[in-house]
């Protein structure tokens, strides 16, 4: 098994194989939460223009995302994990654009399949990966609105490939080097009605959901649907 790290837009474009796309702070951390909450579906879109025209076609379809952090106007929801876990979502549908994640799954074109990568699932894309046991696999961190490498998601992208090798993380020394450099912000007055503290130990959450979220392509339309494993 050939196993790459891959970083930002580029990374994404050049993934190929069994494609993990990560994006811990927050999207595909608040992907699981949502999925966990009984959501049926997550249209998961990179022009936030379809978004607000997916909304104007199907009123009862829910968006959630940001821009830069903050939740875009006439959206439901930003892109915090704590404030979702307060919406009634069992059955609802998504439709979720953000600056990095979605971004790095509009541009997997050349990835033979791919899944959303996050620390509350690694175990479960760990064994994912194991069970499908693919000559390639690609772990692309999408970083900050996809600018620059951050720590959270280089850290989950290195832990996957350790894990997949056999070799130990310490998650503790990890966590504790994130929450002094990129995770910082949650911690930071300013920006607690759209980046929460709470975010962080939410999408910290190692191992929490024992499932993996795949990108699938229906009529042109990315969706992302749950494979417990």
């Known amino acids: 098994m050939n196993i790459r790290i891959l970083d ?78 307060e919406a009634d979502l069992r059955g609802k549908t998504i439709v979720h654009t953000t600056s990095s994640g979605t971004q790095g799954l509009a541009n997997a074109e050349q990835a033979s399949e791919v899944i959303t990568g996050s620390f509350v699932n690694a175990g479960a894309i760990v064994r994912y990966i194991q069970k499908k046991n693919p000559e390639s696999v690609s772990l692309v961190g999408m970083g900050y609105a996809t600018l620059y490498q951050v720590e959270e998601d280089e850290g989950c992208a290195h832990y996957i490939a350790n894990e997949l090798k056999g070799i130990r993380t310490d998650f503790d020394k990890m966590l504790k080097n994130i ?51």
Not at 44 to 55: F, H, N, T, W
Not at 66 to 74: A, F, N, S, W
Not at 190 to 211: G, I, S, W
């Open 8 to 85: 930002l837009l580029e990374g994404a474009k050049e993934a190929i194989g069994l494609t993990v796309i990560i994006d811990v702070f927050r999207a595909f951390s608040l992907a699981c939460y949502a999925f966990d909450k009984g959501v049926e579906k997550i249209i998961p879109v990179g022009d936030i223009e379809q978004a607000y025209a997916l909304k104007e076609n199907h009123p009862e379809y829910i968006l959630v995302g940001e821009r830069m952090e903050k939740k875009p106007e006439g959206f439901d929801y930003g892109n915090s994990p704590m404030h979702l876990l």
């Open 179 to 229: 929450r002094e450099t990129s995770g910082a912000r949650f911690f930071l007055e300013e920006k607690q009605h759209y980046a929460p503290r709470e975010d962080f130990d939410l999408c910290m959450n190692l191992n929490r959901f024992d499932f993996v979220l795949k990108k699938t392509v229906k009529n042109g339309q990315m969706e992302l649907g749950k494979i417990t494993i």
